[in-house]
């Protein structure tokens, strides 16, 4: 992925203005020193969105988002980081430059962008007039493609020709670099030039979700192996984070807010045309956290479409895992065996395929009939088998909401005690994670908060806050960071200047919380006190955590011994109701 060079980013902060930005979004109202506005990020009827014009920072009293103009830009319009900074460039009139080995010298995202959609263009008037692309189009018949889907899709044909596209792309003027830094064309080995990558195939463009094509799909027509080949990895695409079809999908997310996750390019173009809509493919792999990470931005939920039979099965508990491990809700809609969704439209019709979209069973059921497939749920063992692989994915969900929600379904399904599941639980997170992370808003990190807001409110504060506290001294790794750059900032200019602060920051995440705190807005008169209140707040806390923490420990180890005499127990009456047989 090319990088944006710090020098843009540096200038695209200075050059915006938190204002002009968001009111091009949103109606902003005048209030005092700040501006208001209903919410964009959460339903609301009185305006609890405020916007900074002093220090550049927006933060919500509703919803508690913040950030600033980046951030704004991100939420709004789902955009990742390097994208809102080429969106506020352009708003702004600065030249987005690269860094130095971010990419091909001279290279940039543009010139891919270019050299994709030119290349589009050739395959797709390919498809529709070349002699040659006959058994595309027949295949294409076959599969129950209309000419309105394929023009939709933008479907092309690649010639079986070692540079049929090569000598276009010279000819259209486009550098054998740039066709080769968007994977078009290959190097050859050990010898100069290069060579078409895609020969004689049928090509599925892959677009962003901006629709902007950013690589290539192809399938061979011949008994050829492999069947399915893609762009490599570019500047402007990642196999690990595209999806086919998600510029189409996203259209229908506004109101379902739920993704179907399938396997192949026709499992998204049949349904999409027999106006079954959501549906989005993963390029060749696994689903993987940056794939989750980017539909959390359009969806709630996601649903995996599989087919009945076991292959598909084992592929979802794979998935599985992974999506415990995010902040996503996540469904299982299953088909008829042996049925691709494509298969279900054409054999069924698309009313069949939607009836098994509407009802996606959750998670949890999947997994436990699943789990019962595999162990059986007859033996004491199988039991406590189950429950053992449960909790091992239980462990993984960071929300602790839902996860105390699934332990108490799991109890009640075995009949178990809530607390001897959770005990285990703990001792499992444990080992996973030696260092036990703290609460998330445990009086320890308001306590820290408050310092750096005093800080930012007065620089005899700040000087005071960063004498009795050490970055290193806060409970939470953003607060020891937001600490380390608030200090630099001190030292370097004196005080820690809000806007400054923020302009300072680069990780999202960072800007978010450094906004937040901004917003408190404490008055310069009452820092002073505040400081001297949340150090104190600070110091007895530290000292109570760290008690707690080694009462949890011994109490984790007592439980030990408590959770396998109930799994004992449990799995003895489990024993018993087996042998009474049958008849009863
Ligand atoms: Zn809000």
Redesign the pocket.
């Known amino acids: 992925m090319a990088l944006i060079s710090q020098e843009t980013i540096d200038e695209v902060k200075r050059a915006v203005d938190i204002i002009e930005v968001v009111s091009g979004y949103v109606t902003l109202k005048r209030a005092g020193a700040s501006y208001k506005a209903l ?1 964009p ?2 339903e ?1 009827k009185t305006p ?2 405020n916007v900074n014009p002093e220090r550049q920072f927006f933060h ?1 009293f ?2 508690g ?1 913040s950030g600033d103009a980046i951030s704004f830009v991100m939420s709004y319009e789902k955009a990742e980081y390097p994208d809102a900074i080429r969106i506020l460039a352009d708003k702004a009139g600065v030249a987005v430059r690269y860094a130095e080995g971010g990419g091909p010298a001279g290279i940039g995202r543009e010139d891919l962008h270019k050299v994709n959609e030119w290349a589009a263009g050739v395959f797709r008037s390919l498809l529709q007039k070349a002699p040659e692309a006959e058994a595309a189009r027949a295949f294409l018949a076959r599969r129950g493609v209309s000419d309105e889907a394929a023009e939709l899709f933008r479907l092309g044909f690649s010639m079986e020709s070692w540079d049929y596209l090569l000598s276009r792309g010279r000819r259209a003027g486009f550098d054998e670099k740039v066709l080769s830094a968007a994977g078009l064309i290959v190097e050859r080995e050990g010898r100069s030039g290069y060579y078409d990558r895609f020969r004689g195939r049928l090509v599925f463009p892959i677009l962003s979700p901006q629709g902007k094509v950013i690589a290539f799909g192809a399938r061979t027509l011949k008994d050829e192996h492999p069947k399915f080949i893609n762009s490599p990895e570019t500047a402007v695409f990642s196999k690990g984070r595209g999806f086919y079809g998600l510029h189409l999908s996203r259209e229908a997310y506004g109101e379902t807010r739920a993704a179907y996750i399938v396997e192949g390019y026709m499992d998204v173009i049949v349904p999409h045309q027999a106006g079954v809509r959501g549906l989005v493919a993963t390029l060749g792999t696994a689903l993987t956290r940056d794939h989750l990470k980017i539909l959390r931005r359009f969806v709630d939920k996601v649903v995996l479409v599989f087919d009945a039979d076991a292959a598909g099965r084992k592929a979802s508990e794979r998935g599985l895992d992974l999506l415990l491990s995010e902040n996503v809700d996540i469904f299982v809609a299953e088909l008829p065996a042996g049925l691709d969704p494509d298969d279900v439209v054409l054999k069924h019709g698309p009313d069949k395929l939607r009836e098994c979209l509407e009802k996606p069973r959750e998670i949890f059921d999947f997994l436990m009939e699943s789990l019962t497939r595999k162990h059986g749920a007859e033996t004491p063992a199988a039991k406590a088998r189950i429950v053992e692989e449960m909790l091992e994915r239980l462990g993984q969900i960071p929300d602790p909401v839902k996860q105390e929600l699934l332990v108490q379904q799991l109890a009640r399904r075995f009949n178990l005690e809530e607390r001897t599941l959770r005990g285990r639980l703990a001792r499992t997170a444990a080992a996973a994670a030696p260092a036990v992370a703290p609460l998330p808003t445990s009086a320890l990190e308001i306590a820290g908060r408050e310092l750096l807001a005093c800080a930012a409110a007065d620089p005899a504060a700040a000087a005071e806050v960063r004498h009795k506290v050490p970055a290193g001294g806060y409970p939470t790794e953003t607060l020891r960071r937001l600490a380390e750059v608030a200090y630099g900032l001190l030292e370097r200019t004196g005080a820690v200047e809000g806007r400054e602060l923020l302009r300072a920051l680069q990780d999202p995440a960072l800007v978010e919380a450094a906004a937040a705190l901004l917003a408190q807005e404490v008055p310069r008169a009452e820092a002073a006190g505040r400081v001297r209140s949340a150090v104190s707040t600070l110091e007895r806390e530290s000292a109570k955590t760290e008690l707690k923490e080694r009462q949890a420990r011994l109490r984790s180890a007592a439980d030990e011994k408590e959770v396998d005499e109930v799994l004992r127990q449990a799995m003895k009456r489990s024993r018993n109701e087996h042998w009474r047989g049958p008849g009863r």
């Open positions: 919410c990020f959460h609301e609890s969105f919500c509703g919803c988002k």
